[in-house]
C-alpha cells in the first residue's frame, strides 16, 4: 500500500554512504552526497554528529559543517568530548575526552559558528552541572549519554536542563546494577525524550520494546547513529581517528572486537524494525523518526516522503521523497 509522511529527521548521523562526517579533510560534494543518500531513506532533515576527537579535528569539521548550506543541516550534534572514561565511553577514545567547562564549549562553538545545537555528556564528568545550565541558558539543548552516572546525577542533570537521552540502553557500563541504575533513571524520567538506535545489534527487541513502553511514543525518538558504512557495502571506513568495520549483516565495530562503534542504520529501516520488534502500528512509529526527534531540539519535519508499506511483513520502501 502507498503511505505517504512528514520527512524523517534523525538526530545522530556521523557519517553515511562512504561520507565520514568527522573527516577534516571532508569536501561539501562528498557532504552533498551523503544528504542525497540520506534522502533516498526518507530523511530530509538531519544533525551531523562530531564524536569526541583532537581539538584541532573538531574545529575543522565544525566549520565545514557549518558553513555547508544544504536545508537538511538543522545543525552540529556534539557527542563528547565531556564523557565517562569508564567503558560506558563505547567507541569514544578516552585519550580524546575532557572535562566539562565553558570555556572548552565556548571554542567549539565559535569554531562552528554558532551552529551547535546539541551536545550529549555525561553528568557525573567534573564541571557538567554548571555546563548543562550554560547550554540551556544558550539554547543549546542536553543530551544524557555515555554515562556512569549514578540515579541521583541523572537527576541532577534533569533538573540543570538536561531533555534527551543518547541511545539509551547504549553507552553505559557493563555489570550495572539490577536496581537502581541510569537506565531506570532515565527511562523513569518524563522530562527526557529517550532516543534509540533500532538496529537489532543494539537492543534486543525484547529491550527495545519494554523501553519505548515505558516512555511512551511521544517521548521516543528512532536515530541511526550512522556511519560511513551506512548505505553501503560492507568493509572498513573511518570514523574521525577510528577504523570501524561494517560486517555483511549490517554490524559497525572497532575491527577485531564486538564493540559497537556506530552503526549502518538507515532510518526508514529504524522504522521498519520498531513496528516489527514492538508491535505498535506505523501511526505510532513514523513520529518517533519525524515530528518527535524534530521537536526535541525546537524544530520541525520537512518535506514529504511517499513510500510503499507492506503490513503483513512490516517491511517500507521509499518511493520519493522531497525536503
Known amino acids: ?47 551531523p554528529t562530531l564524536i569526541s576527537a583532537p581539538l584541532e579535528d573538531f574545529v575543522v569539521c565544525a566549520r565545514v559543517l ?15 568530548p565531556y564523557l565517562s572514561p569508564t567503558e560506558a565511553r563505547g567507541a569514544h577514545p578516552e585519550r580524546h575526552l575532557v572535562a566539562a567547562s565553558v570555556e572548552d564549549f565556548r571554542q567549539r562553538q565559535d569554531a562552528a559558528e554558532g551552529r551547535i545545537v546539541l551536545v550529549t555528556l555525561a553528568p557525573e564528568v567534573p564541571g557538567a552541572l554548571e555546563l548543562i545550565e550554560h547550554l540551556v541558558d544558550a539554547g543549546v539543548h542536553v543530551a544524557i549519554g555515555h554515562s556512569n552516572a549514578d540515579p541521583a546525577r541523572v537527576r541532577d542533570a534533569v533538573r540543570a536542563g538536561a531533555t534527551l537521552s543518547t541511545h539509551l540502553g547504549n553507552g553505559c557500563a557493563p555489570g550495572l546494577p539490577r536496581h537502581p541504575n541510569l537506565i531506570w533513571e532515565q527511562l523513569a524520567s518524563d522530562e527526557l525524550t529517550a532516543c534509540f538506535i533500532a538496529d537489532g545489534h543494539h537492543l534486543p527487541a525484547a529491550t527495545l520494546k519494554s523501553m519505548i513502553r515505558a516512555k511512551t511514543p511521544a517521548r521516543t525518538a528512532l536515530v541511526t547513529d550512522a556511519t560511513a558504512g551506512a548505505a553501503a557495502p ?62 526535541s531540539v525546537g524544530a520541525s519535519p520537512a518535506g514529504r516522503v511517499v513510500a510503499e508499506w507492506d503490513a503483513g511483513v512490516a517491511s517500507l520502501t521509499v518511493v520519493h521523497a522531497s525536503a
Open 66 to 80: 557549518a558553513r555547508w548550506k544544504h536545508p537538511g543541516n538543522v545543525g552540529i550534534h556534539a557527542e563528547g
Open 1 to 47: 500500500m502507498k503511505i505517504e509522511f512528514p520527512g524523517l529527521f534523525d538526530l545522530q548521523v556521523n557519517g553515511f554512504a562512504g561520507v565520514d562526517f568527522n573527516n577534516p579533510g571532508m569536501s561539501t560534494a562528498e557532504l552533498d552526497r551523503a544528504a542525497e543518500a540520506m534522502l533516498r531513506t526518507g530523511v530530509t532533515r538531519f544533525l
Open 234 to 295: 560492507p568493509g572498513r571506513y573511518r570514523l574521525g581517528t577510528l577504523e570501524v568495520e561494517r560486517g555483511n549483516d549490517g554490524r559497525v565495530v572497532l575491527p577485531g572486537t564486538p564493540k559497537l562503534a556506530g552503526s549502518a542504520l538507515t532510518l526508514d529501516q529504524a522504522v521498519a524494525r520498531t513496528v516489527r520488534e514492538t508491535g505498535f502500528g506505523l501511526e505510532d512509529v513514523l513520529p518517533m523518526a519525524s515530528t518527535v526527534p524534530a521537536a
